[in-house]
C-alpha cells in the first residue's frame, strides 16, 4: 500500500480521536478546553490557534463525523461522507516542507479552526485509504470488551486488537487460562489430556 508518512499521522491523530468517545473510553476525554489542549500537544498539531469552548464542542461533533465514515458500511458510502466533510471545511491543498521536514501536502485552509482543520486533514487521510482499496484495514478491537479503533498497517493486515501490549496480551492470557482449564477439566473426568 502506498501510504505517506503524513497519512499515517493522520491516521494515528484520527485513532487517538475516535477512541476519546465516551462510548469507547468510558467517559467522555475531550471534555474541556484543557482536555481539548492537551489532545493538540499530545498529537503534535501544529498551526492550530487558540483552543476554545467552541472548540471542545465542535470537536466532539466531528469525531462523530469521523466514526460514522470509518465504520461505514461501504466504501461508496464512506467516500460521499467524505466528501462532504471535506468541502464544508473548504479544505485547500498547499505544499509545505515546514520544520525541516520534506515536501508535503496541508489540506486545511490557513487559519481554520481546530475542528476543521482536523475535518481536512483526518478527512483526506481516510481518501487516501479508499483510494488505496484497504478500507478493511480500518478496524475495531476484536476484544470483547474493548470499543477502541485502529488502522492495521501491518503487511499481512493480521493486526487484531487495538494495542498488542495490553488488549493482545490480555487476550493470549485468557486463551491460555482457558486453554489449562479445559487440560484440567478434562483431567478430572478421567479423560487422557490431548485426547
Ligand atoms: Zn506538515
Ligand atoms: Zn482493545
Redesign the pocket.
Known amino acids: 500500500m502506498l501510504i505517506t508518512h503524513?497519512t499515517e499521522c493522520a491516521l494515528g491523530i484520527l485513532v487517538e480521536l475516535l477512541n476519546t468517545a465516551p462510548e469507547v473510553a468510558g467517559q467522555e476525554q475531550l471534555s474541556d478546553v484543557a482536555a481539548v489542549d492537551a489532545f493538540v500537544v499530545r498529537c503534535d498539531i501544529?498551526e492550530v490557534d487558540a483552543v476554545g469552548p467552541d472548540d471542545v464542542v465542535a470537536v466532539q461533533r466531528l469525531r462523530g463525523q469521523l466514526r460514522e465514515i470509518f465504520t461505514a458500511p461501504s466504501t461508496e458510502v464512506a467516500a460521499e461522507l467524505v466528501n462532504s466533510l471535506v468541502a464544508d471545511v473548504n479544505a485547500t491543498p498547499r505544499l509545505?516542507n515546514?520544520?525541516g521536514?520534506g515536501w508535503?501536502m496541508?489540506y486545511f485552509a490557513p487559519h481554520s479552526t481546530l475542528a476543521d482543520h482536523l475535518a481536512a486533514e483526518l478527512g483526506m487521510a481516510l481518501g487516501l485509504i479508499l483510494m488505496a482499496g484497504e478500507r478493511e484495514r480500518l478496524r475495531r478491537c476484536e476484544a470483547p470488551d474493548c470499543a477502541r479503533v485502529f488502522v492495521d498497517l501491518s503487511r499481512n493486515r493480521s493486526r487484531r486488537y487495538c494495542d498488542s501490549r495490553t488488549c493482545g496480551n490480555r487476550m493470549h492470557v485468557a486463551a491460555y487460562r482457558a486453554r489449562q482449564r479445559s487440560a484440567a477439566d478434562a483431567e478430572d473426568a478421567g479423560v487422557p489430556v490431548g485426547a
Open positions: 503524513d501544529g509545505t515546514h520544520d521536514h508535503h496541508h
